[in-house]
């Protein structure tokens, strides 16, 4: 039943699966591999030296130099202009990509038109899988990456992983160059192997196959392109061998299985496979990550000057003028819709100042991509818990310490012993930031699974990685009963002896005055007033405008 044919086809549908697999770990949807695959396999056949002159090895080698090179340079020219699209809109724009690529190849002379292009049959059953094989061991030893994690993570919540230090474009777009790569390798053996290739074998319904057979294997692990492409090759088959030939049976079924997976396994065929966890590395000894010198206590560490946020007609920043100092805790409190949220948004990069400066750790954070605030030394959580959700505790903290931790991937291919050793010290360093807020022994729970108050304190462990100078809390003890907000409050005052500099958004408003030493009120946009807490408990505007108002409320938590 199963013959050389088939067992090439299974192979080529799980590499071509693969070039979707590449772009939806990061949670992006392309649909213009079929493109990619079209450019290269046409243009491989066109420049390829006769295999009969050369061998049949070095011309499929060749063959496959070409074809990578050009699936990875339409994939770097097409990602630069579109990979700030998301979801939807980036899979029009790569389909209207793949629908061009075809008609012009279909009209033109040398690619033979709608007759197509005869190829020589070089490429063999054996050739096929070991090429297989050499592409699911780059996914493989790129999963447990530093750069698998942080694709991951942008998949998982881009702002959070742009928040955690990671380049999100740079990322995104080599993820879309590694699909045009892997797409032109598929293009190239197929065309070297069915003799004639026409620009109808990369159609939509090319992409969609694709794209079934990933997400039917499932993305989340990858030896799903292959069992995507075994069901999808097999099926004809196991037809043919009870003698259904009916044509509709094969899309019919794959598109009740796509419906099937989507809606009860979200992972994929391969969700099915149990998956091996990392587990925390028990810290011998302090961190030798990170390590970072913060400024002398004292010093100025963030000056914001008239700084102003305007949403519409909507002033939810208005003038604020601020300095955080070196090694202090200071917090920010007011009313709901204050501009608390928003002066943080600003602080961190995350969105820019209508009008006025900001400047962070040297920064001048209006004009600073994310990544780079986060680089020089600021982290955050955030008010609605922003973690990897599918990814364990462990996971997310090693996110965290994306810019303290070395690149991995590379020389984990190469099974480099400094590798090896890079990543014991991350599961190290990690593992201390987990046990510094109480979750040494939840490591490898799934971050989705964990407790509310788990999770708050799992969004400081992951922000406590980065080793940052500047630390900013979003309603950390929102959720927490007393006994966690004050080992919380504790927390905080031995990471402020360590030398951070903390910026603590709270409600819970007799936390902030145990907490704090400085104290800032905001209400409607603007600074009400600036204190220790017994100025600012004293204040009776701010009485008037929150703690007062908040009693009426009824609200218990001000502690
Ligand atoms: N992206 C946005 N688009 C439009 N308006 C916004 C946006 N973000 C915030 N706002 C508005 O700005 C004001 C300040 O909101 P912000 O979330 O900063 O307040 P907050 O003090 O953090 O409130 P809370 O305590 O409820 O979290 C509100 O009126 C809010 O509706």
Redesign the pocket.
């Known amino acids: 039943m199963i013959t050389d044919s088939t067992l090439v086809f299974i192979a080529l549908g799980a590499i071509f699966a693969f070039s979707f697999y590449a772009v939806l770990v990061a949670g992006q949807l392309s649909l213009g591999q079929a493109g990619f695959a079209s450019l290269a396999a046409f243009t491989a056949a066109a420049l390829t030296p006769d295999p009969d002159q050369i061998g049949d090895l070095p011309a499929l080698l060749i063959a496959i130099v070409i074809g990578m090179a050009v699936g990875s340079a339409a994939a770097l020219l097409l990602g630069l202009p579109t990979m700030h699209l998301r979801r939807v809109f980036l899979a029009i724009a790569t389909l209207g990509f793949a629908e061009a690529v075809r008609i012009v190849i279909l009209n033109q002379s040398w690619t033979g038109g709608a007759n197509g292009m005869n190829v020589p049959k070089i490429l063999t059953p054996g050739i096929a899988w070991v090429i297989l094989v050499v592409v699911a061991y780059w996914f493989w030893r790129m999963a447990p990456s530093r750069y698998g994690r942080a694709l991951v993570a942008i998949r998982e919540d881009e702002l959070a992983a742009r928040a955690m230090g990671v380049d999100v474009g740079r990322h995104r777009l080599s993820a879309f160059v590694t699909a045009g790569a892997v797409a032109g390798l598929y293009g190239v053996l197929w065309a070297f192997f069915v003799r004639l290739i026409a620009p109808e074998d990369f159609n939509f319904a090319a992409a969609i196959d694709g794209l079934v057979t990933a997400v039917v294997g499932g993305s989340t692990l990858f030896v799903g392109p292959l069992l995507g492409s075994g069901f999808q090759t097999l099926l004809p088959e196991v037809q043919r061998w009870l003698g259904i030939e009916a044509g509709w049976i094969r899309p019919f079924l794959s598109g009740l299985l796509l419906l099937v997976v989507i809606i009860f396994l979200p992972g994929g065929l391969a969700s099915l496979i149990p998956r091996r966890r990392l587990v925390p590395e028990p810290a011998e000894g302090p961190s030798t990550l990170g390590r970072r010198r913060h400024p002398e206590r004292g010093d100025v560490v963030a000056t914001l000057a008239g700084v102003s ?1 305007e ?2 007609g ?4 208005e003038g604020v003028d601020l300095q955080l100092h070196s090694g202090d805790v200071l917090g920010l409190i ?12 600003l602080i961190t990069g995350l ?1 820019p100042p209508s009008s006025g400066t900001i400047t962070v750790l040297g920064v001048d954070v209006g004009r600073t991509p994310v990544h780079r605030v986060a680089a020089a030394g600021v982290s955050r959580t955030f ?1 609605h818990s922003k973690l990897f959700g599918r990814m364990t505790a462990l996971e997310n903290v090693l996110v965290g310490a994306h810019q303290v931790t070395r690149p991995t991937f590379l020389r984990r291919l190469f099974w480099l012993p400094s590798a090896r050793r890079d990543e014991r010290r991350a599961l190290q360093h990690a593992a201390s930031c987990l046990a510094r807020v109480g979750l040494a022994e939840r490591g490898s729970a799934r971050a989705s699974a964990l407790s509310y108050g788990d999770q708050r304190r799992l969004e400081i462990a992951r922000a406590l990685a980065s080793d940052p100078t500047l630390l900013i809390l ?2 950390p003890a929102a959720g927490m009963n007393h006994v966690e907000a004050d080992a919380l409050s504790e927390l905080i005052t031995s990471l402020a002896a360590d030398g951070l500099t903390i910026l603590l ?1 709270e ?1 819970n408003v007799g936390m902030v005055l145990r907490t704090c030493d400085r104290i800032v009120v ?1 209400n409607f ?1 603007e600074v009400l007033a600036t204190g220790t807490p017994a100025e600012v408990s004293g204040n009776a505007a701010v009485v008037e405008a929150y703690l007062g108002r908040r009693d009426v409320d009824g609200a218990d938590d001000h502690g």
Do not use: F, S
């Open positions: 946020k949403y519409g909507v002033h939810a920043v007011g009313p709901n819709g204050a501009g608390k949220t928003t002066l943080i948004n969105v008010q979003d309603e958004i409600h905001l946009g």
